[in-house]
């Protein structure tokens, strides 16, 4: 009944049009589909805040290529994907997932949360910096720009886990014909491979579901699932701010169909706590998962394509109600 129900969520939004290496969550599109959902759902007092803070350069300098085309998008759409472009894995590499181990047992957030940190406490974090009105004007900019990305992050469900593969990025796959292929932008004894699974979730499917829909650009998106979504919006509400429940709901969202309803079955890994830095890592298991030729198509697309809807939607409301909070509640 659940996938059922995923299912009629895509369904109503077909109709109307029936006639790079990822290690980034959602991707352009889907961070600035998050974001303005988010706008729809803000009040007054958080827009306010918003434009306040935001027009402060937070003065860290890009340090990866993210070309992300912002020039039609709003200054709060446009800030979504700021913390990809300034990722610095000595910094602030580590605030965008957490690598909860499949099959992970105990308290599955604070267990896994890693020695430099992890998303759950990172937007912790970043909201109370947005709080404080005191604070540099430039670290309050930083962590709107945080609070907005993160929150996407840990909608996707394989920014909450791992299965002693870099949650999935060391799972290559064919993907609509598209065979895996070593990514050029690392290594050659890397075992990095692209399509690969946390990749295609990132980017390829919300772009091949948006393509089929007629959806051009983020905001055409944003608007149909916002209305898709809307009497989903007042039971998430009343749910509350609940940043742990959330990355335990991505977590197991991951498991059940991110994993799951791939066309071969992937055992849970036996070794949750190898340090896995690369696909190299763990035994070589970006090449173990190549040699498991799986092909995703069709049936795991229409699959996968109600669930991330559905992510997006809820990911751009809780942004809402977490910036609605932090206004209300300014120090």
């Not at 895996?180 to 946390?198: F, I, V």
């Not at 209305?227 to 009343?238: D, G, H, N, Y």
């Not at 335990?248 to 055992?267: G, M, R």
Request: aromatic share 8%; proline share 6%; hydrophobic share 40%.
């Amino acid at each position: 009944m659940k996938r059922f129900a995923r299912l009629a969520k895509i369904l109503v939004l077909i109709f109307p049009f029936a006639a790079c290496p990822s290690v980034f969550a959602w991707g352009c599109k889907g961070h600035q589909t998050v974001a303005l959902i988010a706008e729809k759902h803000l009040s007054p007092a958080a827009k306010q805040l918003a434009n306040a803070v935001l027009p402060t350069d937070p003065g860290r300098p890009k340090t990866t290529p993210f070309p992300c085309g912002t020039q039609s998008l709003d200054p709060f759409a446009a800030a979504s994907t700021w913390a990809d472009a300034v990722r610095d894995k000595d910094i602030d590499a580590a605030w965008h997932f957490i690598d909860i181990p499949r099959g992970g047992q105990g308290d599955l957030v604070h267990d896994f949360c890693g020695s430099k940190s992890c998303i759950t406490v990172a937007l912790g974090k970043q909201m109370d910096v947005l709080k404080d009105t005191h604070a540099d004007p430039k670290l309050r900019s930083a962590a709107l720009r945080y609070i907005i990305h993160l929150v996407g992050d840990l909608h996707q469900p394989l920014h909450c886990t791992t299965n002693g593969d870099r949650g999935g990025n060391c799972v290559p796959l064919t993907y609509f014909g598209a065979k895996p292929k070593p990514n050029t932008e690392t290594q050659d004894d890397s075992d990095d491979y692209q399509p690969n699974l946390h990749g295609i979730w990132d980017k390829e499917m919300i772009e091949k579901s948006m393509k089929v829909r007629g959806f051009v650009t983020a905001q055409a998106y944003a608007n149909a699932l916002d209305s898709s979504f809307a009497s989903e919006f007042p039971v998430w509400q009343a749910g509350g701010i609940h940043i742990d429940d959330w990355a335990i709901d991505s977590f197991q969202h991951a498991e059940d169909i991110s994993y799951d309803d791939l066309p071969k079955v992937l055992a849970i890994d036996k070794h949750p706590d190898a340090d896995v830095q690369k696909c190299i890592d763990n035994r070589r298991i970006g090449n173990r998962m190549l040699h498991k030729h799986i092909v995703v198509g069709q049936p795991y697309q229409d699959e996968v394509s109600a669930v991330i809807d559905e992510r997006l939607a809820m990911a751009g409301l809780r942004l809402a109600m977490i910036l609605n909070q932090v206004a209300a509640n300014l120090n």
